[in-house]
C-alpha cells in the first residue's frame, strides 16, 4: 500500500505518515546496524583526522611505523581531552587493529622490499624521485629564494676527548696518567639550522643532565637555547620547542613562507603538534 492510499484510508495526513515512516526506518536500520564490542575511541571527525596524519606523512616520506601511529593516537586524544584507555603515552594494539581495519579502503600496513638500513627506511630510488617530484612544485608553486629555504640537522659531541695525545714519561713506568673530565662520555646534542644565503638559527643544544643552569649558554652563539635531559638526545618535545624556536627567528608568513628541510632520522618529526604547527 503506497503512502497516498494509506493516508486516505486511516485518515492519516501524508506528510505525518512519510515522517513516522522515516523515523521507524531509520531506528531499524540503526538496530540492525549496531556493532558488538567496545565503542571506537575516537569519533569519525578524530578518526579522519588520523587518516589524514598518516597520509600527509607518508606523502612527506616520513611514512608511520605501527608504534608512531599508535603515540600520534594517544597525542590526539591528550590534546582533545578525549576519554580514553591508553597508557605508556601510546594507544594499545588492539587499538590499532580496529583502527586499520575501519579504516582499510585507504590504509595499509606495507612492509619494505629490501634488508639494507636505506631500503628500510624507504631510501630508494623511486623514493628519492618522488622526494626531488615534491621539493620541484613546492619549489614553483612557492618561488622560494635563498634566504627563504633552510636545512636542519642534529649531531652528538662528546666533552670528553676520546683519543689522548702521547706524552713523554718516565721509561719502565707502566701506566702514565692523563687529566681528564669527571664527566667522561657526557654527551651533547646541538640542533643546527640555516639557509644557502648564510642565514645561521642560533642553535639548540641539550644538555645530559636533569638541571639547566645559566651557565650552560656562557660562550654559545647569541639567542641560542638551552635545554636539558638525562640522555643528551633530542626527544619529540624538544624538537618541538626547536621548531617554535625556528619560527619565532625567521617569522614565516603567507606572504613570505618558509621551506624546512631535514633527513628521515628526526623521528620526532612524527607527533600532532608539530605537523599542526607546521600547517599553520
Known sequence: MG??????????PRTTLFRLVQENDSLLEDTLTKKIGRRPVFNKVFEEMLVKYALVMEQKLYGLTRMDMRRIAYQLAVKNNVPHPFHDDRAGRYWLKGFLARHKQ???IRKPTGTSFARANGFTKARMDEFY?????????????????FNVDETGLSIVQSKYLKVIGRR?????????????????????CMSPASVFVPPMMIFSRKNNSDLLKKGSPEGS????????????????????????YVKP??????????DGHFSQTKNIELIDKARL
Not at 3 to 12: C, D
Not at 253 to 260: A, D
Open 172 to 192: 719502565g713506568k707502566k701506566q702514565i696518567g692523563a687529566m681528564s673530565s669527571a664527566e667522561r662520555g657526557t654527551l651533547i646534542t646541538v640542533v643546527t
Open 106 to 108: 585507504t590504509l595499509s
Open 133 to 149: 617530484q615534491n621539493l620541484e612544485k613546492v619549489y614553483d608553486e612557492k618561488k622560494f629564494t635563498a634566504s627563504r629555504i
Open 253 to 262: 608568513s603567507e606572504s613570505s613562507p618558509v621551506l624546512l628541510l631535514f
Open 225 to 248: 637555547i638551552i635545554r636539558v635531559h638525562p640522555s643528551g638526545w633530542i626527544q619529540t618535545h624538544l624538537f618541538t620547542q626547536w621548531f617554535e624556536h625556528f619560527i619565532d
Open 3 to 12: 503512502y497516498l492510499k494509506a493516508a486516505k484510508t486511516y485518515n492519516v
